[in-house]
């Protein structure tokens, strides 16, 4: 008899656990797919903005736009003051503007659509990396020849890991961190690792660097 019980909750449990792996191995993969489903693809906004004209063309810097990006775990997106900061005197009255200026007059915001979205169980800051020189370029590739801005790369958990076990190569002087068109030197990185005390990969690759 107390063999029969034994049996029956290991059965029991191992039921449990098997069904919880296998809910766990759906979600992950539903989470991976809605990743890289949305590499490549433009994501069109409510206003026509062209980062290929505005960062490219005209240079302006991200953080113009992306005021938070050095300090806070989001880049930031810009309010209306920031556009119309120009386009009160840049093409005023262009059709293009309409949306921005009704935003101004309403003094409500402009509601842009999301390019990246990580999964909620990702912790992300932009902060330490702009601040141990991982260019924007790194993650969201040469945004300056984007007319219409689209993610790059699939942000999969293999993608993050394959920088922290190796960061050196992906590695720039800080002054160079907002320049697109700069090219990482693996042999200068490995002497900023130093520089800005990047953390060892036993570290950056610990489970709590990412979910916490």
Request: aromatic share 10%.
């Amino acid at each position: 008899m107390r063999r029969r019980n034994r049996w029956l909750k290991t059965l029991f449990w191992g039921s449990v656990l098997g069904v919880f792996l296998a809910l766990v191995l759906v979600f992950s993969g539903v989470a991976v797919g809605a990743l890289e489903q949305r590499e490549g693809r433009p994501v069109p906004q409510p206003v026509p903005f062209s980062h290929a004209f505005h960062a490219g063309g005209l240079g302006l810097s991200c953080r113009y736009c992306h005021s938070a990006v050095e300090y806070a775990p989001y880049a930031g997106l810009p309010p209306t003051e920031t556009c119309m900061t120009c386009h009160l005197y840049v093409k005023p009255d262009s059709p293009n503007l309409a949306l921005v200026r009704e935003s101004w007059e309403k003094g409500e915001l402009l509601r842009w659509n999301r390019v990246v979205n990580l999964p909620d169980f990702v912790y992300f800051h932009h902060a330490p990396h702009v601040a141990k020189g991982v260019g924007c370029a790194e993650c969201h590739g040469r945004v300056d020849q984007m007319p219409v801005v689209y993610q790059p790369k699939a942000f999969t958990m293999k993608f993050c890991l394959d920088c922290h076990r190796n960061p050196a190569p992906r590695l720039r002087p800080r002054e160079q961190v907002f320049n697109m068109a700069y090219v990482p030197d693996p042999e200068l990185g490995r002497e900023l690792l130093q520089l800005y005390h990047v953390r060892p990969p036993e570290e950056l690759t610990s489970c709590n660097t990412c979910h916490r």
